[in-house]
């Protein structure tokens, strides 16, 4: 099985990080994963995303184009991205900064309020995991124990107070699923 | 054994510590800008040195000082910054100095672009500086041979007294992959040619490339071109992946390889017999083994982000026994495995395979 | 009705690349203005670096030349040696022009080449993410001096302007800054002075501009304007260190 994932939005939304937290958190389970950022002149202009590939057998092309799954946190993104994304997939989308979204045939979609429910947490900052935290409820592709585990090791030992409020938004966002 | 999840270019200059290397000098450009920031940071921890060097053509004579002293030296920097260096990498080559140079390429000619390129084979291989030199040089395909090549790289150096290169690119140092690392090694140097003032020895120790009186600068030649036949007849490296039963099979290495490698998982899913050969070491080439495929009846797809630089190794090595195809990009972009997938498609087909 | 305040001529209208806050712009602009004033649009070639000005040429409505790395001043005299009623001039970052082309300006300086150097010192390598510079300030933090600059190690900051000023070829160097409008102006005055040192054939002229760049100081674009006049200038005065009356005398 090999799981393909794009994770995009603007500079600043933390759209890096939780593509690292599913490729550590896959590592974690044992899985081959790679985790590939957009960079240089590709991010001026403010958008950012990363590519993030989560394998039983050895991974291929670290870049991905066509995606199993996408969190799209920004209008701009799911608009470039949505078409890519595999029959069967998966797109969870920041319905706080993207009003309506069509339907796509075959996909499953799931509009998450990630900045309201982050705001309601106290801190606007982790609207990505809430996001996340819905992605992993939709699509299964690691366990939020493994994701809240990766926390530990993806964010610098300075933030790690913060770590009980990325793990709350995680819970928020699972919670949207069931 | 921990996995920790690192960019190929930290990954190599941690490998590159854990190796032994205490001595790093370079100069800014992108895409390999992780690698001298990480050792800006890390070289002090462990007594080693960082200096940013004025220039490329500083930086690699400092290498040229150091490794010419008995330190394990290191020097990266990406396409632009190689070419300036190439005068010193002659130098190291003509003297023998051991040391690696590592390449993060970026697309050309001139200033280019920021994107992942293959063009630089050809620079890397076939000389670059003037002279009849070679340098070994690998290709790391992963994270992790980011780490084990570097290592590998500081022994053949010393072992060969040879400079070797790591070409690798923008999407091999940006990607981040698991990795083990490997326990700190204690590099004793023992290296009694190397300049560390005479103390003892009967007769100073000279580096030098200068062969101009009489009979020198042949017999240095005739010297150089031993050792690189021994190096050719022990060192090449390579990976093959399903070639047994393979009809096509794809030529690549770096970033192109593992695009090759996804494409090759679909097209190996539809019951369809292809193969990867993937080079590990560029020079010495893994000429014997393509020869010897060809020689069974393979047919052959050089994938590349180039316009055709690997591609001439491989019909040089098939001799015309085989039919070698090209598949290429040029601006300083990565195929995608739908590209190479249907690629190769169209060839089985046209193959009538 | 004189007018005083427009777009200058020389700039072309395309929007500009630098962070906000960056002042890149600023000193653009101030070129542009001493071409409009001196009425030389049609006979400037400039020379672009590599760094964050690597785009100038989409800039300026002139034409120009984009130089390999620290090459510009080599570039400028050949140039010059072809079109010697040209008016020449390199823009150069402090990593193009004082660390790896060194060389290309102590000897272009040293030659009196007849070209105007505008040189942008803001210690650090803007374009490839915040390296150390040298001009980067004793103790300053950058991504390859993530301790702050050691001068025990690495030495200290080049004062380029006071350097060149020793040679004999130069005829015009300053040093100026851009951190507020009476500065800006003293800026321009300086830029367009050297163009006409260049024009009256004087030969070699430069001004060095201190010069920000928030986006790698870390700084907002107003603190980052702070840090200029509060510790830049402090270690690198302003002032002119060759004058054009010092050459007409001898
Ligand atoms: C030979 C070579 N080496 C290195 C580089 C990478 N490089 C691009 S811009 C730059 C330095 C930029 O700094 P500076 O000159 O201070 O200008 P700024 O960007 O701050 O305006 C470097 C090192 C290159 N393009 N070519
Ligand atoms: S990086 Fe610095 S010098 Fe470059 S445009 Fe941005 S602020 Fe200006």
Redesign the pocket.
Known sequence: MTYEIICAGFGGQGVMLIGELLAYGGMLEGKNVTWFPSYGPEMRGGTANCSVVISDQPVGSPIVSEPDGLIAMNGPSLEKFKATVKPGGAIVYNASMIETASEMPGLKMLPVPSNEIASELGNNKVANMVALGAFIGLTKVITLSSAVKALEHVLPARHHKLIPLNVAALEKGLALVK | MERVMMKGNEALAEGAIRAGCRFFFG????PQNEIPEYMARRMPEVNGVFLQAE??VSAINMIYGAGGAGGRALTS?SS??I??KQEGISYLAGAQVPCVIVNVARGGPG?GGLGPSQSDYFQATKGGGHGDYHLIVYAPGTAQEMVDLIGLAFDKAEEYRNPVMILSDAIMGQMMEPVVLPEMREVTADQPWATTGKKGRAKPNVINSLGIVGEDLERINIELQEKYKKIVDNEIRYEADGIDDADLIVVAYGTTSRVARSALNMLRAEGKKVGLLRPITLWPFPKPILSELAAEGKRFLVVEMSVGQLVEDVILAVNDRAKVDFFGKLNGSVPTVREVYNEINALLQKGGA | MQKVFGYPRALTSKRTHYCPGCT?GIVHRLVAEAIDDLGIQEQTIGIA??????LAYEYFDVDFQEA??GRAPAVATGIKRVHPDAVVFSY??????A??GTAEIVHAAARGENITVIF?N?T?????GG?M?PTTLPGQKTTTSPYGRDTTKVGFPIRVSEMLATLDGPSYIERVSVHDPKHIIKAGRAIRKAFEMQIAGKGFSLVEVLST?PTNWGLTPIKALERLKEQMIPYYPLGVFRSPEEVAEE
Not at chain 2, 27 to 30: G, N
Not at chain 3, 124 to 128: A, K, L
């Open positions: 100069y800014p450009i992108t220039s490329e920097s632009p910054g070419s300036l200033l | 890149h670096p590599v760094g964050c000005a690597v390999a790395h150069q970052g402090d990593g193009d022009l660390s790896i942008i803001n650090v390598y803007g374009m490839t390296q510079a760049c």
